[in-house]
């Protein structure tokens, strides 16, 4: 993000948004012997920062953040909340033949 040149608030919201992602590809996306793949880019000609991270567990997709009703006291179950307060768009695509890929926008 330091080569494309992003803003700081771009760069400290991208930040958070692939630790949430990758966090939540680990806990819920593996499977054995398979890890995720994290992808950067940055569309200037657009203004997008497009993260996006891809698992193995297609069957596995993410609730909507409407859906997410977290205890006050537990210590996780925030993530996406996060990456949709923090990103400018988000969601989801199958990848064959068995993953998925959630991905966030964030406005340069």
């Not at 803003?7 to 995720?36: M, W």
């Not at 069957?59 to 923090?86: M, W």
Request: glycine share 8%.
């Amino acid at each position: 993000m330091r080569t494309w040149q992003t803003s700081p608030d771009v760069t400290d919201r991208a930040e958070q948004i692939v630790a949430e992602l990758a966090a939540n590809a680990a806990l819920h996306g593996r499977d054995q012997g398979r890890d995720f793949r994290l992808t950067l880019t940055h569309d200037p000609a657009a203004g997008v920062l497009r993260i996006a991270v891809t698992d193995a567990r297609g069957d596995r997709l993410p609730s909507p953040v409407t859906d997410v009703v977290t205890p006050p006291d537990d210590e996780s179950g925030r993530g996406l909340l996060i990456v949709a307060a923090l990103a400018d768009r988000w969601g989801t695509e199958s990848y064959p033949p068995g993953g998925k890929t959630v991905w966030a926008e964030c406005a340069c």
